[in-house]
């Protein structure tokens, strides 16, 4: 158990749709940072919090947004949705800012999404 | 931007002992990672290197050599349950962890 705590597990949902997922970091970890794993892929990076505050941006598309509260627990928002969305969506945590750290981030079971 | 190359697939039988390449192209490079996922499950991590040379954790080592742009990841004594896919991750400046696309490691007995 990673600490990292992510809802829903599992979500399927339609075609313009709109979704919110939600991620509780570590206690303590300052960094949030949300990650899309699709069907064999990759982990894509799509956008990093510090703190309450956006630090990086990934290929997050215009229809996603996130936010960070002050509580650090963060929230995903996808809509419009499109059957290209169904993926793993992952939160990881981390104490500080990358760079400044040993390269561990602590990921979350996942939210999978299904868009029908 | 950047780019990360790792094998796709790797095949082992257990007791073998198999190496992971991963070459990058970045800037503003820190260090190299590497994690461990099970079928869908949460990656976990494994080793990081920042400064070149060997990083040994028990079955797994980490090799780094910053003038090459190239890393690898070491499994020995290969056990069933290391069959997952394992991704390397370049720790750069002004973003998160960027991750290769992962390789799948299939152990067979």
């Known amino acids: 158990d990673s600490g990292v705590t992510q809802t829903p597990k599992h979500l399927i949902t339609a075609t313009g749709q709109r979704v919110t997922l939600r991620c509780s970091p570590r206690?303590?970890?300052?960094?949030v940072y949300w990650y899309q794993q699709s069907l064999d892929q990759g982990l894509q990076f799509l956008i990093q919090?510090?703190?309450?505050?956006?630090?990086a941006k990934g290929n997050i598309l215009e229809r996603f947004s996130a936010q960070q509260f002050p509580d650090l627990h963060s929230e995903l928002n996808l809509s419009s949705l499109e059957l290209g969305d169904s993926a793993l969506y992952f939160c990881?945590?981390?104490?500080?800012?990358?760079?400044?750290?040993?390269?561990?981030?602590?990921f979350g079971e996942g939210s999978r999404l299904t868009v029908l | 931007g950047q780019s990360l190359e790792q094998p796709s697939e790797v095949t082992a039988v257990e007791g073998a002992i198999v190496q992971i390449n991963c070459t990058y192209q970045?800037?503003?490079?820190?260090?190299l990672s590497w994690y461990q996922q099970h079928d869908g499950g949460a990656p976990t991590f494994l080793s990081y290197n920042a400064l070149d040379g060997l990083e040994e954790t028990g079955r797994f080592s980490s090799f780094l050599s910053r003038s090459d742009s190239y890393g690898y990841l070491l499994l020995q004594e290969l056990q069933m349950k290391d069959s997952a896919s394992y991704f390397c991750?370049?720790?750069?400046?002004?973003?998160?962890?960027?991750f290769g696309k992962g390789t799948t490691l299939s152990v067979s007995s």
């Open positions: 990881a945590s981390s104490p500080r800012l990358e760079g400044r750290n040993t390269g561990e981030l602590f």
């Open positions: 991750a370049v720790n750069q400046a002004g973003t998160a962890l960027i």
């Open positions: 919090y510090y703190n309450g505050e956006e630090r």
């Open positions: 970045t800037s503003g490079f820190y260090g």
């Open positions: 206690s303590g970890d300052l960094s």
